[in-house]
RNA sequence: GGACCCGUAGUGUAGCGGUUAACACGUCUCCCUGUCACGGAGAAGAUCGAGGGUUCGAUUCCCUUCGGGUCCG
């Protein structure tokens, strides 16, 4: 079980603070969420992610169903003791990939509606290569191309398996693109299912359910009031928020107004720095986000002074740290000019070290942001 | 000494008697918010070794030459 107590409210927003407490470890609210996929914070070793500082990370269901299937991970005593990550962990249902192998990969777009967001998926409209139904999703696994089915029975069941410390209900996550009828048919779903995720749920674990809705106000306050009545452990919000930080805050606020005020709200799949200050002032508490992790693969570096494409040959010249006001181990050590040519050499010693220090970056960004909430300025 | 092969963007290759010479990697720019290191979108970059000839037209055919290589003696 986990336990949460909230510590301050801000009188600035609706930021907070809290403690989350895990049967593996106690996590300082609000928190960044590092994205492990496979069961691993992609790039890092256990040692290497504790030089960052991170509190919490999140696995998926889908991914570690496919690869190595959920017995494999039971037969060695749950995730904790088969991966011996040293972190309170959460699982992701698989409702995300409902969506990224769906429709986004259909059109070819993220979570977020960049620019002009056209509508481009209307009522009743299905994905070429997987089918939405009432009870669940039918997918095509991108490992053997076998059909594959997975609904909110079968993803607790599963997400029971593992055994995270916070699982999470199967939702249907929305494309941006789609328009108010189908956010209103998917949420009529992904409600249902949030009643039989509960209805399946039998281990300690804490189940949170996830509030839909897209960008529509009357249905994002329609889920938050029926998923926040129902006696999930925490909360999670998932879809889309808009293009701006700004305008993502005030969904927020539509959400977690509605929400049980004392218990955990977790955002999905967000955190660019500029929407983090945004997202905690909402009066969320956890957020997860691929960015400091998946940019760093690809080679850039956040900074106080913005981001830096370690690809880019001019770094070549540059003796300084990643960043001069980073206290992280690979600032103290390593050079941007090391750095650069590990990653145009393509070194995976490169990755990793631009993966610690945009994860210890992000944590410090928030952990500061919870000074500035003690403090009464944010 | 004889026979033959090759020489096309930074690199490795494709190609054909006829509009803006193709591909991969590399380079450069941009993009990647419940993940995809081995990703996405664009751009730049070649007087097709040199000289001559045949032809309406040659990177493509012929000759010479230079450079690299293989085999025989």
Known sequence: MISFRITKKSKRSNARLGV????????????????????????????????TDTQLAISNTFHLHLKPGEDVVAKHGGLHKFTKLPLPLMTDSGGFQVFS???????KIGKIANGKSRIAVRHSQQPKEIRITDKGV???????????????????RIQQKLGADIILAFDECPPPVADYAYN????????AWAT?????HTSKQALYGIVQGGKYRDLRIQSAKFIGSLPFDGFAIGGEFGADAKGMRKMLEWVNAELPEKKPRHLLGIGHLKDIPEVIKSGVDTFDCIVPTHYARHGTAFTSKGRLDF???ALLKDKRSIDPACQCAVCRMYSRAYICHLVRAKEMSGLTLLTIHNLFFFNTYVANLRTAIARGTL
């Not at 696994?141 to 029975?153: A, E, I, Q, R, Y």
């Not at 209103?184 to 409600?191: D, E, G, I």
Request: aromatic share 6%; with cysteine; net charge positive.
């Open 196 to 200: 039989v995720c509960l209805k399946t």
């Open 20 to 51: 989350l407490k895990t049967p593996h470890g106690t996590v300082q609210t609000p928190a960044f969420v590092a994205v492990a996929t496979q069961g691993t914070v992609k790039a890092l070793t256990h040692d290497q992610l504790r030089l």
């Open 138 to 156: 039918w997918f095509r696994s991108p490992v053997d191309g076998k059909k594959l089915f997975l609904g909110p029975k079968m993803s607790i």
């Open 311 to 313: 690809s880019k040959a």
């Open 184 to 191: 209103q048919a998917s949420l009529v779903k992904t409600h």
């Open 101 to 107: 192998l769906g429709f986004g990969k259909d059109l």
